[in-house]
């Protein structure tokens, strides 16, 4: 799990810059409780928030649909 904390994509900077938005969702994704990293997937399709326990990440679930309410979120586990 550390070496991906330490990764980057570096299509994040101009995405963020053409859709200001994206930015503030993974701002507000990192501030969550018990994140453990958020990132855009390499082709930009996805924003993806890692969590430490299940309970963190149904909360966070619960408050990105509240919050980004025209933005599809779902929950899902790693295997």
């Keep these: 799990m550390q070496a991906l904390k330490e990764e980057q994509n570096d299509l ?7 859709y200001p938005i994206l930015k503030k969702l993974k ?4 501030n969550l409780d018990q ?3 958020v990132r855009m997937t390499g082709s930009g399709s996805v ?3 890692y969590f430490s326990n ?3 990440a149904i909360n966070a679930l619960k408050l990105t649909k509240k919050n980004f ?3 599809w ?3 899902s ?3």
């Design 12 to 18: 994040e900077k101009p995405a963020f810059m053409l």
């Design 27 to 30: 701002i507000f994704l990192f």
């Design 35 to 37: 994140v453990s990293f």
């Design 47 to 49: 924003i993806v928030a």
């Design 54 to 56: 299940k309970k963190s």
């Design 69 to 71: 309410k025209n933005y």
């Design 73 to 75: 979120s779902i929950l």
């Design 77 to 79: 586990k790693t295997i």
